[in-house]
């Protein structure tokens, strides 16, 4: 098969007599293996013996004609060339065989990734955000950026982070919410893949202060429904193109992925409220569910046979000002997308109309001089439009099982950690 070119760490290495055993991992989930025998290359096996776990090299060599290891691909080297030597024990076990504490993982993670369990987790989310742009290409979608800083917030309240814009008060980007509504003025369906920032002061394996969305909007639509056959696609295809393409980072983690049946259960929110209260639960039909309501919620539909459902028609008094309110003025098209009793993804119909959606500015405590730049985009011509934002680190944390919404985010911004 010719002479190959692997570059990576040392992970592993044991001797046996007069052969070294040496695994190295690169950007494939699986380690590559060196075997060193003092007979067939003495000069290789010398260097094979001064070298230890944390080193990085590259070497060239052909697959082995026989593969013994079940690791890994096995190889025979024919050259070797060491980069660096750890000055000093690593840290952690990059071989994963010592067990580390969730806060040792996120301090290390940048060093973890060479752990194959590690490893997989971030190829799976890296398929899950190429899957989603695939999705997108495919079905007519731009791909857009917003602004990070902000003069104000999408939702308004005191989740934000506030900083200093040269002589003004700014505000990181709680969500590209209103400038992807400002965008249907001129696109018809726009998408991006952006981080948000939340100054909401909990530590729960949930929530992060800065986490990753995928955002989408589109215009000139029926009604919601639109909106929720575009998510439910979206996650149908993000599923399957996992499910193709990540056999060996599924299988070393162990996890299996149920394909999803479509179409997602519709679940309206009153209803979602009476089966709550008929397990005993206080929920109010005016706010949005706590997160023990939505765990709660999770372990009933699955009962039922529902992994991924949506529930829909949110109550005005818990939604955000731009959703389009039912004729009968109490309740919205807004919706959630749980998994498992997790809410992944949040989305609706929007007020499209002028006059409308100054009111509901008004009617939210909201002073509409501060979203003035974000009102004028609905005095030209705006269509019918609605989108959602899904969560990465949820979709992912779900699809794979993790405990911990933290597992699925290579660096962790939350209430306690500010660095690495």
């Known amino acids: 098969m010719g002479l190959k070119r692997i570059c990576g760490w040392i992970i592993r290495k044991k001797s046996i007599g007069r052969i070294i055993i040496i695994e190295v991992s690169s950007d494939s989930v699986r380690p590559s293996v060196l075997v060193l025998k ?222 999803p049946s479509t179409p997602f259960k519709r679940l309206k929110f009153q209803e979602a409220v009476d089966i709550l209260r008929s397990e005993g639960l206080e929920v109010s039909e005016t706010e949005d569910l706590s997160d023990y309501a939505e765990k709660k919620l999770g372990e009933i539909m699955a009962e039922k046979g529902y992994e991924l459902y949506f529930i829909v028609g949110f109550p005005w008094a818990s939604t955000g000002f731009y959703y389009m309110r039912d004729e009968d003025g109490v309740y919205t098209r807004k919706f959630d997308l749980d998994y498992s009793g997790l809410e992944i993804a949040s989305g609706g119909q929007r007020e499209h109309r002028y006059e409308k959606l100054l009111n509901a500015l008004k009617e939210k405590g909201l002073n509409p001089e501060n979203f003035s730049f974000y009102l004028e985009a609905f005095k030209y011509g705006m269509p019918p439009h609605g989108g959602f934002g899904l969560g990465v680190e949820r979709l992912l944390m779900k699809m794979l099982n993790l405990e911990n919404v933290r597992e699925a985010i290579l660096f962790v911004r939350d209430r306690t950690r500010l660095v690495p």
């Not at 194959?116 to 695939?134: G, H, M, Q, T, Y």
């Not at 979608?141 to 989740?159: D, L, M, R, S, Y």
């Not at 990753?212 to 429904?225: L, R, T």
């Open 38 to 259: 003092e007979e067939r290359e003495p000069e290789l096996f010398k260097l094979g013996m001064e070298i230890d776990v944390g080193t990085a090299l590259c070497f060239e060599g052909e697959e082995a004609p026989e593969q013994r290891s079940a690791r890994g691909v096995e190889y025979i080297a024919r050259k070797i060339e060491v980069y660096a030597k750890p000055i000093e024990p690593l840290p952690v076990d990059t071989m994963g065989k010592v067990p580390a504490l969730l806060d040792t993982r996120i301090k290390y993670r940048w060093l973890l990734v060479r752990n194959p369990v590690e490893k997989a987790i971030f190829i799976i989310r890296n398929s899950l955000l190429n899957a989603a742009r695939e999705y997108f290409s495919k079905n007519g979608f731009i791909e857009v950026q917003t602004p990070k800083i902000v003069a104000a917030g999408a939702e308004g309240g005191a989740t934000l982070f506030k900083i200093q814009y040269f002589e003004n008060d700014a505000y990181l980007s709680q969500s590209p919410q209103l400038f992807k509504q400002m965008l249907m003025a001129g696109f018809t369906r726009v998408y991006e893949i952006t981080p948000y920032f939340r100054a909401e002061k909990y530590n729960t394996t949930r929530h992060l202060n800065e986490s990753w969305g995928i955002d989408v909007e589109q215009g000139f639509i029926n009604s919601v429904e639109d909106v929720l056959q575009t998510l439910e696609n979206l996650i149908t295809y993000i599923i399957e193109y996992v499910l193709k393409n990540n056999k060996e980072e599924l299988e070393i983690l162990g996890v299996t992925i149920k394909k």
